[in-house]
């Protein structure tokens, strides 16, 4: 990334209601499908080769909590919450650091695009508010099923970036550990992460040697 400020943002119209259910409720369905082709911006801005979409890295948080063992976390909870826990990056799209939008600003179009969806779109129906309640739970950040989704959330980009790493020798990856690994706080997803730089360390090792040899 060449530190450059990228153009500034343009978002689109939050969705303007018809007052019929069923056609409002199409309306967020399909706009589900902009999280399944949106690019991480991370990785477009780090010129990844065709970078995961942000539905792919949501999934494989759900995935990530079905694997744990604590007994104390109400695991259904923290699936449900990897999945929604970016939701709103549907309408604002994933806001980047670089593009200096600041952190009150982000999080007022995200919640207005959460209140577009919950009322506009689905008509404040029981299954939208849980949708609202567990995306609110993972902002707020207070509840240890937040606190652990939040602990996914940096894992799983941490194990992307290590599989980048892998798959592209893309060298310039080393912002994305900085920013995750020691920020976790659970314990088992602790774990996880010093498995993985480990693995990482593993990898380094086996390319310098393979540089070593070469050369000679």
Known sequence: MDGTVPPKRIFPPLYT??????????AFIHILERLKTQKRTGWVNHKVPNPESISDH????????????DKTLDVSKCVMMALVHDLAEAQ????????????AEKHKLEADAMQNFVHTMLHNSPAAQRIEALW???EQGETPEAKFVKDLDRFEMA???LEYERNHDIP???????????????????????DLMKEREQLQESRSSTTSTSST
């Open 92 to 103: 604002v799209g994933d806001i980047a650091p670089n593009e200096k939008i600041p952190k």
């Open 17 to 26: 209601g018809t007052g019929e259910e069923g056609q409002d409720r199409l």
């Open 136 to 138: 609110q739970e993972y």
């Open 58 to 69: 949501m999934y494989r948080m759900a995935i990530l909590a079905m694997l744990t063992t």
């Open 159 to 161: 194990s992307q970036a």
């Open 172 to 194: 310039t990856l080393q912002p994305f550990f900085d920013g995750s690994i020691p920020h976790l706080r659970h314990p088992e997803v602790q774990s996880w992460g010093k």
